[in-house]
């Protein structure tokens, strides 16, 4: 049997990745993996992306100490989206301090915050 790995030609060198809280499958966070990120992650058993903002990998939890155990890594069927399933270590995924990066809804009138905060971003990474 071959290895089954992402496409990231096909992307750019640049693959999506969702990634869900392996016990409540609550979606946590959406990133981007390079091969090297990829190749770490599976290597380290924690979550590496990359940062597009900062041109680097980017290893969950360096600053913030919220770092990511991976319990599973799936491919979609086109091979060009990553699903890890996590276990959030330290109660947030989100650089703004929330459990998951998708704590805003949209409403008719504008928005709402749905999500408490568990850390406050200008403690942690300072005023960057």
């Known amino acids: 049997m071959s290895s089954l790995r992402p496409d990231f ?3 750019n060198n640049l693959v999506p990745v969702v990634t869900q809280d392996a016990a409540t499958n609550e979606v946590l966070m959406l990133a981007y993996m390079n091969e090297e990120a990829y190749n770490e992650t599976l ?3 924690n979550a590496v992306y990359f940062s597009r903002s900062r041109n ?3 290893r969950k939890g360096e600053e913030s100490g919220n ?3 991976v319990s599973g890594v799936f491919l979609d069927c086109d091979t060009d989206t ?3 399933k996590v276990e959030q270590i330290g109660g947030a995924a989100c650089h703004e301090g929330y459990k998951t990066c998708f704590f805003r809804e949209i409403t008719p009138n504008g928005f709402k915050i749905v999500g408490e905060r568990v850390f ?3 403690n ?3 005023t960057k």
């Open 43 to 45: 290597k380290t058993g």
């Open 124 to 126: 942690v990474y300072g």
């Open 56 to 58: 680097k990998l980017w």
């Open 120 to 122: 406050d971003p200008k």
């Open 82 to 84: 990553i699903l890890l």
């Open 9 to 11: 030609a096909k992307c």
């Open 67 to 69: 770092v990511q155990k």
